[in-house]
Nanobody
Framework: QVELVESGGGLVQTGGSLRLSCAAS????????MGWYRQAPGQQRELVAT???????TYADSVKGRSAVSGNIYENTCYLQMNSLKPEDTAVYYC??????????????WGQGTQVTVSS
């Protein structure tokens, strides 16, 4: 099982910065990726950024160049630094973890979400 706890959301003005943190408690599975999704009101949940156990990062085009995902999968931590925030970044941000139970059963875990609001 994996329990994910996010922190760092809040209200920020356009152009400001926020750093989201995610800490995972892991038992009985092997985590191979962590990252962030977000969901705005009335919108589908969308991928923001990912970090693999090999240190490979990916970003959505909408945040590329303004955000940086970091952390250490082996230490069960993941962070999202967001800069030059825009009102359209307003959403609930969810930390997620992909893991394997045993050698080949994929599992996905989600945090409870943290609200990010960017005022214009």
């Amino acid at each position: 099982q994996v329990e994910l706890v996010e922190s760092g959301g809040g209200l920020v003005q356009t152009g400001g910065s926020l750093r989201l943190s995610c800490a995972a408690s892991v038992r009985g599975v092997s985590v191979y990726v962590m990252g962030w999704y977000r969901q705005a009101p009335g919108q589908q949940r969308e991928l923001v950024a990912t970090l693999t156990s090999a240190g490979v990062t990916t970003y959505a085009d909408s945040v590329k160049g303004r955000s940086a995902v970091s952390g250490n999968i082996y230490e069960n931590t993941c962070y999202l630094q967001m800069n030059s925030l825009k009102p359209e970044d307003t959403a609930v941000y969810y930390c997620y973890a992909g893991a394997y139970y045993g050698s080949d059963i994929p599992m996905t875990y989600w945090g409870q979400g943290t609200q990010v609001t960017v005022s214009s």
